[in-house]
């Protein structure tokens, strides 16, 4: 009677699993089903990265996980499943199949089928990441708030925290104890510009600051940009990083490279910074406007910087000298947030932002689109 009594309990309790574990498989499915439909009906979201393999395949990527891809070079674009509802802030392919994109709350993920479908890795950290580079299918960086820098060597599987190669303490008169960041951060602006216009200004950086991109050129020699005019170069493929000096301390957004030697940085409140010797020394360049440029792109002669307010900066001359240009698509274009030059199709532009805009010049810039 007792083994009888002890079989029935056995039963009963798996019947009532068997109860409790079909509804929770339902909210799970529910709720993946409802972040993807989400992501979908989104598509007005802010856009904050695109990247081009070719002159065909590309992605952007933005606010709550939301990743659109085209096979046909913009014309089109679809939505694909990222599995986060955390902003994408940047996007690295090598090729058409393989891919990263990270963002918010140290999220990383990867494709390896041009992605139809996106893995989670894990990162090691719940602090918000700003961009991210592959050099191959092993070796790769993304960098984020406070200064944080990880290096991977197995595809993203397992990641090294470089941070300690960015941080560090300056030599300051003001005192911090107590001070917030933010504060801290305008305190040592403040003291930068009082040197500054005595003549006694040096090049200091202050503490922990946001890393915002990483650019290579080859395998070994790169850069990255953040805060407070914060730029650091490689030449041994990510290992060693080391300190350049800016001359500035606004916040550096962006970067781009057309070789070792030449590149400019864009940054707030229209910084724009250009260098002819790899970065040992950089020059201040007028921008034109006073808008934040949050990225930029050169092809040949002609090229642009984009930013707040829908602004648009042009060079028509390598990057020597840039003014404003404003045509017709950007109008009601709350900010443009990146722009990229088309791999293998010569003068096409795409670049994307707030609304969920995409916008695609074929002509090298002088005319734009609105795709979306």
């Known amino acids: 009677m007792k083994e009888d009594m002890r079989w029935r309990r056995v039963i009963l309790w798996m019947v009532l699993g068997i109860f409790l574990a079909v509804p929770l498989w339902g909210c799970v499915k529910e709720q993946s089903e409802?972040?993807?439909?989400f992501q979908i009906a989104n598509f007005r979201n802010k856009l904050m990265a695109v990247c081009f393999v070719d002159g065909q395949r590309g992605w952007t990527s933005g606010?709550?996980?939301?990743i659109l891809s085209t096979t046909d070079g913009g014309k089109t674009w679809a939505p694909q499943k990222s599995g986060t509802n955390h902003t994408l802030r940047s996007i690295s392919f090598i090729d058409?199949?393989?891919g990263w994109m990270v963002g918010g709350a140290g999220t990383i993920i990867r494709t390896e089928d041009g992605g139809r479908t996106w893995q989670p890795l894990n990162s090691g950290t719940k602090d918000d990441l700003m961009c991210v580079k592959f050099l191959d299918e092993k070796h790769g960086f993304a960098g984020g708030v406070f200064s944080l820098f990880l290096?991977?060597?197995?595809g993203g599987q397992t990641w090294t925290d470089m941070t300690d190669q960015f941080s560090e303490e300056q030599e300051s008169d003001v005192v911090t104890e107590g001070m917030t960041e933010e504060e801290k951060m305008a305190a040592l602006k403040e003291e930068f510009a009082a040197e500054e216009e005595m003549g006694e200004a040096e090049s200091v950086i202050p503490l922990n600051p946001m890393i915002n991109e990483i650019v290579?050129?080859?395998?070994?020699?790169?850069w990255a940009v953040g805060e407070a005019g914060s730029i650091w170069v490689t030449e041994d493929g990510g290992l060693k990083w080391t300190k350049q000096s800016s001359g500035q301390?606004?916040?550096l957004f962006s970067a781009y490279f057309k070789d070792e030697r030449e590149g400019w940085a864009t940054g707030l409140n229209g910084t724009l910074l250009h260098t002819e010797n790899g970065g040992k020394s950089w020059k201040a360049l007028s921008s034109t406007v006073v808008q934040s440029l949050f990225g930029i792109a050169v092809s040949g002669d002609r090229g642009y910087a984009?930013?707040?307010a829908a602004t648009i900066i042009e060079t028509k001359d390598g990057g020597k000298t840039w003014k404003e240009f404003k045509p017709a698509a950007v109008q009601n274009f709350s900010w443009i947030r990146a722009?990229?030059?088309v791999k293998d199709v010569q003068d096409k532009y795409v670049a994307v932002g707030g609304l969920g805009t995409i916008m695609i010049s074929k002509d090298g810039g002088q005319n734009w689109e609105k795709i979306i």
């Open 216 to 222: 290579f050129v080859n395998p070994l020699k790169g």
């Open 96 to 98: 058409a199949k393989r």
């Open 249 to 251: 301390l606004e916040d």
């Open 63 to 66: 606010d709550h996980g939301l």
């Open 339 to 341: 722009i990229t030059v």
């Open 306 to 308: 984009v930013g707040n």
């Open 151 to 154: 290096r991977t060597e197995d």
């Open 34 to 37: 409802e972040l993807e439909q």
